[in-house]
């Protein structure tokens, strides 16, 4: 029990990175709020998203990454708190958020996708960027005092749709915290027309393998309008 709950302190010492901490349920007003399961929402440049068509499902993490057992998925207008602070991962102009997350068949898997769109392609373009260099920087991506993190993949997936980065933190105990878990933590940025996918996941060890990561990587990718 105590190398479990070590363990879960591992885990949970890279939650702030991916946003996952403070996980707020509910709906923002006006332009940012999201849409239920099953609406859409259309931006000014003519983009319509929606969780049934340019989200991936569970069945499609179980596919990618069959070695884990996904086995739970949550759509309810889930709003994620940003990855490294309010907005930090953002930008502007955006019209429309959506959220899904995943679990496995314990806590020691979990993941999460967020798909923005933009009112203008420009201001997508300039929020991948901004994203991309917000999850390489984070301060709030500190383990706790027990572990350290290092950046073990920062590198494009080839074969996919959009332009897509993925960068992963690796959380280990240092010597002070003998028989507690490692992290991975893979993200993939994703940039196609005026939107923008983010995948955040986690898992024990290295967590999900980079074949797997690229694959669901890709199936995200081809999800978003172009």
Not at 100 to 122: D, F, K, L, M
């Amino acid at each position: 029990m105590k190398k479990l709950r070590k363990g879960w302190k591992a885990a949970a010492a890279g939650l702030t990175a991916l946003g996952l901490a403070a996980v707020a349920y509910g709906n923002l007003p006006a332009a940012n709020a999201e849409q239920a399961a099953g609406q859409s929402a259309m931006v000014a440049s003519g983009t319509v998203i929606s969780r049934a068509r340019n989200m991936i499902t569970v069945a499609e993490v179980r596919k990618a990454d069959p070695t884990t057992a996904w086995s739970i998925q949550i759509d309810r207008g889930l709003l994620h708190p940003t990855y490294c602070g309010v907005y930090s991962t953002e930008g502007r102009n955006v019209a429309i958020r959506l959220a899904r997350a995943y679990t496995g068949e314990n806590i020691a898997s979990y993941g999460r996708q967020h798909v923005t769109a933009y009112r203008t392609p420009a201001a997508a373009k300039a929020a991948y960027y901004s994203i991309v260099k917000t999850v390489l920087t984070c301060t709030a991506s500190k383990p706790s005092p027990t572990h350290a993190r290092k950046i073990t993949e920062n590198r494009v997936v080839k074969g996919a749709a959009g332009p897509t980065r993925v960068i992963r933190w690796y959380d280990y105990p240092l010597p002070n915290d003998p028989g507690s878990e490692a992290g991975g933590f893979p993200y993939a940025i994703t940039l196609r027309g005026s939107t923008v996918s983010v995948l955040a996941f986690r898992g024990y060890g290295p967590g999900m393998p980079a074949p797997n990561f690229d694959r669901l990587a890709r199936m995200a990718a081809a999800k978003l309008p172009s």
